[in-house]
Each structure stands twice: as structure tokens, then as C-alpha cells.
């Protein structure tokens, strides 16, 4: 009986052994030990080198905004140096409207010289010992000449201001001092309501 147990014994090691071969393949078909390693290292790789890519666009970006916004502050003439973003903005906005004004203005100015008489048409002339005004008008474009013996410091200036007061786009204007007399000549855009704007800046400036 005893060598019938030890037979059995026998027999079920080789059973186990056998199974046990079946299971494990051989090490040649088996795959390298840090090949699993390598590939999870080379997809942590792959998306650390996307991330970083992400980062350099957007420094990129940042960096052509701030370029941008460095030229608006030089272009825009009412911006501060250390103003804000915001106010960049809405300032140089506001200076494009203004801009679009200008321009407007400068258009309808260039399509009433375009259409104005050959020859200006004179519209006013006044005289007194001390002073002259003489205005012609050609188009919505007036002339104006003004010669004063009474040369005072800042006469000149509350002339051109005539002008502004009443709207009157100067383009051109010339002053001269010649043996004490004041010359000055001035050329402005005076609009579709000339003859009331005129009359204004005569009486501005013949009370000065």
C-alpha cells in the first residue's frame, strides 16, 4: 500500500508540473521586461511636449497683444504711458470717431472748393483809421484780410480765435508785422451757413 501511495504522489507531481509548463510560455515568447515601462515613459513624454507646446502659443499670444497695445498708446495722442487696457481701448475708439470726423469735414471742404466760381465773390469790406477787413467768399470758402495799425501782444491770437469760436475750419492762415502795421490773412471753411458764420466772425473781430 505504501508504494501505491508514493506511485500516486509520482504520478500527481507530473501532473502539476505538466500544467504548470502549459501555463508559463517560454521566456522566447515572452515580452522584454520594461517594454510596458517604456511605452507608459513615452506617452508621458508625448503629453508633457504637447503641453509645452500650448504654453508657447500662448506666450506667443500674449506677447503680440501686449506689442499691440504698445503701439495704440504711441499712436493715440490723449493716451497716458501707464494707462490701462481698457482705456486704451475706449480711447482709441474715440479717436477714430474723431478721426472719421476730420475726415468727413476735409470731404465736404474738398467738394466746395471743387465747386466753387471762378472768381470770389467779394462780401464784405470795411474800413476806419485805424483798421481794414476785407472778406470774398468763394464756395463755402471765405478769405479774410485783416490789416490794424493797433499792434498789441495777442491780437493775432483773438483773431484765429474768431474762427474757432464759430465753428469756422481754418486750413490756412498767415500774420505779418510790417512797419507797424498787422497783416493778417486768413482762409477758412465756413460751411453750408456762411453768410450768419461770416457776419459773426466780422463782428467778433472788428469789437477787438
Same mark, same amino acid.
Given at each position: 500500500m505504501k508504494k501505491d501511495g508514493e506511485e500516486d504522489d509520482r504520478d500527481l507531481s507530473k501532473l502539476i508540473?505538466?500544467?504548470?509548463?502549459?501555463?508559463? $510560455? $517560454?521566456?522566447s515568447q515572452q515580452p522584454p521586461?520594461?517594454?510596458e515601462g517604456r511605452a507608459a515613459s513615452t506617452s508621458t513624454?508625448?503629453?508633457? /511636449? =504637447? /503641453? &509645452?507646446?500650448g504654453q508657447e502659443t500662448e506666450r506667443g499670444r500674449r506677447e503680440k497683444m501686449s506689442d499691440m497695445y504698445a503701439l495704440l498708446q504711441t499712436m493715440v495722442? /490723449?493716451?497716458? $504711458?501707464?494707462?490701462?487696457? +481698457?482705456?486704451i481701448i475706449s480711447e482709441t475708439a474715440?479717436?477714430?470717431? &474723431?478721426?472719421? =470726423? =476730420?475726415r468727413d469735414r476735409l470731404e465736404e471742404m474738398k467738394k466746395s472748393i471743387g465747386a466753387v466760381a471762378a472768381t470770389p465773390i467779394l462780401v464784405s469790406q470795411c474800413s476806419n483809421p485805424d483798421s481794414s477787413l476785407r472778406v470774398t467768399v468763394s464756395g463755402n470758402v471765405a478769405f479774410f484780410g485783416i490789416q490794424s495799425v493797433r499792434v498789441r501782444r495777442g491780437l493775432a491770437t483773438q483773431i484765429i480765435m474768431?474762427?474757432?469760436?464759430?465753428?469756422?475750419? +481754418?486750413?490756412?492762415?498767415?500774420v505779418a508785422v510790417n512797419h507797424g502795421l498787422l497783416m493778417v490773412t486768413v482762409t477758412a471753411f465756413v460751411g453750408n451757413n456762411r453768410d450768419d458764420i461770416i457776419d459773426?466772425?466780422? =463782428?467778433?473781430?472788428r469789437n477787438l
Open positions: 508540473l505538466a500544467d504548470t509548463a502549459s501555463a508559463i $510560455p $517560454p521566456l521586461p520594461m517594454a513624454s508625448r503629453k508633457r /511636449t =504637447r /503641453t &509645452e507646446a495722442p /490723449t493716451l497716458f $504711458p501707464k494707462a490701462t487696457r +481698457v482705456k474715440e479717436y477714430i470717431k &474723431e478721426l472719421e =470726423r =476730420r474768431a474762427f474757432e469760436k464759430h465753428e469756422a475750419q +481754418v486750413f490756412a492762415a498767415n459773426k466772425i466780422i =463782428r467778433d473781430i
